[in-house]
Nanobody, 115 residues
């Protein structure tokens, strides 16, 4: 059974940083295309960043040069380093794993950027 468990969310002031983690079990993340998405209240879920099995990364324009996606294959964990956070980054952040015709999602972690 695939499980993706996000952690690391919280309340942070504008300009601050957070690192989100997504611990995976039941899959080997190196073999999947992994990603972070987010959903703000009243808005659709949107792509934040992805990383492929070949370590190729892709970012939404709104987070380029501020967020970094990475993975630790030994820990089977995906990360999202978020710097220079803005109030508009407030959302529930979800990780997902795409492969073999399936998409698996975590339960999400809340990030709130506010003074």
């Amino acid at each position: 059974q695939v499980q993706l468990v996000e952690s690391g969310g919280g309340l942070v002031q504008p300009g601050g940083s957070l690192r989100l983690s997504c611990a995976a079990s039941g899959i080997i993340i190196k073999l999947y295309k992994m990603g972070w998405h987010r959903q703000a209240p009243g808005k659709e879920r949107e792509l934040v960043a992805t990383i492929t099995s070949g370590d190729s990364t892709n970012y939404a324009d709104s987070v380029k040069d501020r967020f970094t996606i990475s993975s630790d294959n030994a820990k089977n964990t995906l990360y999202l380093q978020m710097n220079s956070l803005k109030p508009e980054d407030t959302a529930v952040y979800y990780c997902n794993a795409v492969g073999w015709g399936k998409i698996n999602w975590g339960q999400g972690t809340q990030v709130t950027v506010s003074s």
